[in-house]
């Protein structure tokens, strides 16, 4: 029981050490209107970034979902965000955000390596929606994100919808799209190569069938001409402390 308690205090130290630091950086208007997982990507996201000692101006976020990291990544630079999200619940609740924040540009759209129309696995908990299915492992860890079910989107590669809708190329790309991220860094070529900085998501299991791991998309990026400079966000599994996941922070280097 005092290790219980011991750990809601540290956490709640910790809530409140976030709350404080952003409040001085961001000011109070934004941060008293976010949650406290949104106050965490906002904290995580300035540490990150800050470390670079380097301007990050416009920024790709592919998978935005509800638009948190979109939010952030808009207050953290000043400058304009296009969120890319095909799944129209979520973007109802990009289009509140984007009314808050009008420098988050809404891209409702799948990226992926063939354009056309696909059927996405919708999830309940909407983080965890992927045009893959899960695997078994998947659902003993997070049981949570049983339930899906079938929506039909357009999926475009970055390339030519950067390309029609005449955007700017971007400083920093990031990608959570649940397994998919090595089919979206194909259609992302040409951009990639005008791209600093790739924020992607790693997976040290095989959480969706046929879907990147850690391995395959560190190749991916390092062949690009990427190198990984930094991890964040590692995440172990409550059940049994190996690892899962973590996002790498990519630097090109030719």
């Not at 955000?97 to 919708?122: E, F, W, Y």
């Not at 492992?137 to 997070?142: A, K, V, Y």
């Not at 400083?171 to 790739?198: M, P, W």
Request: glycine share 6%; proline share 4%.
């Amino acid at each position: 029981m005092m290790v219980k308690i011991g750990k809601i205090l540290a956490k709640q130290y910790r809530d409140k050490k976030i709350y404080n630091n952003l409040v001085s950086r961001f000011g109070s208007s934004f941060i008293r209107q976010m949650n406290v997982d949104e106050r965490y990507i906002l904290f995580e996201i300035s540490a990150a970034l800050d470390a670079l000692n380097d301007e990050i101006d416009i920024v790709y976020d592919i998978g935005a979902n509800d638009g948190a990291w979109s939010e952030a990544f808009a207050l953290y630079t000043n400058q304009n965000v296009y969120a890319f999200e095909p799944l129209p619940n979520m973007i109802s609740l990009l289009k509140k955000r984007s009314q808050k924040i009008p420098l988050i540009h809404i891209q409702p759209v799948a990226c992926g390596l063939n354009k056309g129309k696909n059927i996405i696995n919708s999830n309940d908990f909407s983080p965890s929606s992927s045009f893959l299915s899960m695997t078994e492992l998947t659902l003993q860890e997070w049981e949570f994100t049983k339930i899906s079910h079938p929506v039909m989107v357009e999926v475009v590669t970055l390339d030519d919808w950067r390309m029609q809708h005449a955007l700017p190329y971007p400083s920093l790309i990031k990608i959570d799209v649940q397994g998919y991220e090595n089919e979206v860094l194909e259609g992302s070529r040409e951009t990639l190569i005008h791209t600093k900085y790739l924020w992607i998501e790693l997976n040290f299991k095989d959480f969706y069938k046929g879907g990147s791991t850690f391995d395959s998309v560190y190749r991916k990026a390092t062949d690009l001409g990427f190198e990984l400079i930094d991890c964040v966000g590692l995440a172990r599994s409550p059940k049994t402390n190996q690892l899962l996941h973590m996002d790498g922070l990519f630097k090109r280097i030719k």
